[in-house]
């Protein structure tokens, strides 16, 4: 939800990877290709018969990046957007979303970066951003975590000027455009709330370990968002998994543990509700569920949760459309 950690807290992959959706404009489409141009090996795609269901569903898990691997789509994965009759993703992604999202990005007035983590840090997020050519100012009133995303996003600002956005974007603006149902499983302020409920203490010691795994990336030449890349078009579920409790094992302190429950286990739950209360107001539809791939493997995870209720779920591979129905 691959990439250097943190040695506490929150990992710099797992920032970006719930918030880019919410720091991005919400339009463009998600593109299909031949099976020979798409870098997906194993895409995370499950159909899945839900208790009381006249239909087959699909669950699909994504990264919210708008890197041109990750969003160029499957055959397979193609062939399940265009037999559904709705798509949720993990938030209804629409225009209104962003000016949402950006109310509970900012700092109080009066109150700047600086005065959260610290001059220290701050000085050291200044430099990195004054190597990429921007100002640390234009980006100064904004909560820690929500600096630490939008500073992710950076590497794809040209992709995103060019019109090119998240895959989970893509999907929903696909989806819409095409007349299908569209909406999410969770509520913006609900999603959010998660990193608003952080103390200042915490935001200003998870800030320093963010700045030093940035910066130990950087001595290794190692991008931590194309681990990432890498790690999801491989498709490897159990090494998401592993990836998944290791992170959580390395959360020690009580404030992380707390953190991450919220983070992963209580999203897990919310989602996967309302998974099975869409299913069976309409049970004649067919819908595709798209959201973060850490969301799915493990004990709590959605797929565990699903199979609790009754739900039979099958993976699909490549070569697989012929088995969407």
């Known amino acids: 939800m691959i990439g250097p950690p943190n040695q506490r807290g929150i990992s710099v992959k797992r920032v970006t990877l719930l918030l880019a959706v919410a720091l991005c404009a919400f339009s463009g489409l998600a593109q299909a290709q031949s099976e020979e141009k798409v870098a997906h090996k194993k895409p995370f795609l499950w159909k899945v018969e839900l208790p009381g269901a006249k239909t087959p569903s699909y669950l699909f898990g994504t990264i919210h990046l708008p890197d041109k691997r990750v969003i160029t789509l499957p055959k397979v994965v193609d062939k399940a957007v265009e037999r559904c009759d709705a798509l949720y993703c993990e938030l209804a992604l629409e225009p209104s979303l962003q000016m949402k999202a950006m109310q509970h990005m900012m700092l109080p007035k009066g109150t700047t970066l600086k005065d959260v983590v610290g001059e220290k840090n701050f000085a050291r997020a200044s430099a990195m951003l004054s190597e990429k050519g921007i ?53 913006i302020e609900d999603q959010l709330s998660v990193f608003n409920s952080m103390s200042e203490a915490y935001q200003k010691k ?92 493990g004990k709590t995870g959605i797929l565990a949760q699903l199979e609790a209720k009754g739900a039979k779920i099958t993976r699909l591979e490549l070569g697989d459309a012929d088995k969407v129905e």
């Open 135 to 187: 100002p640390i100012m234009a980006l100064q009133q904004l909560k820690p975590w929500a600096f630490q995303s939008q500073v992710q996003m950076l590497d794809y600002m040209p992709q995103l000027q060019a019109g090119v956005k998240p895959l989970d974007a893509g999907l929903y603006a696909r989806a819409k455009q095409a007349g299908k149902t569209v909406g999410g499983l969770e509520q």
């Open 206 to 297: 998870s800030f320093g370990e963010w700045l030093d795994a940035l910066d130990e990336a950087k001595k290794e030449k190692v991008s931590p968002l194309e681990k990432l890349i890498e790690g999801y078009l491989e498709g490897d579920t159990k090494k998401l998994s592993d990836l998944v409790k290791e992170e959580m094992a390395k959360s020690e302190d009580e404030e992380s543990k707390k953190l991450m429950k919220r983070l992963i286990d209580d999203r897990n739950g919310t989602m996967t509700k309302r998974i099975l209360e869409l299913s069976k107001e309409s049970p004649d539809k067919c819908f595709f569920f798209a959201v973060g791939t850490a969301h799915y493997p």
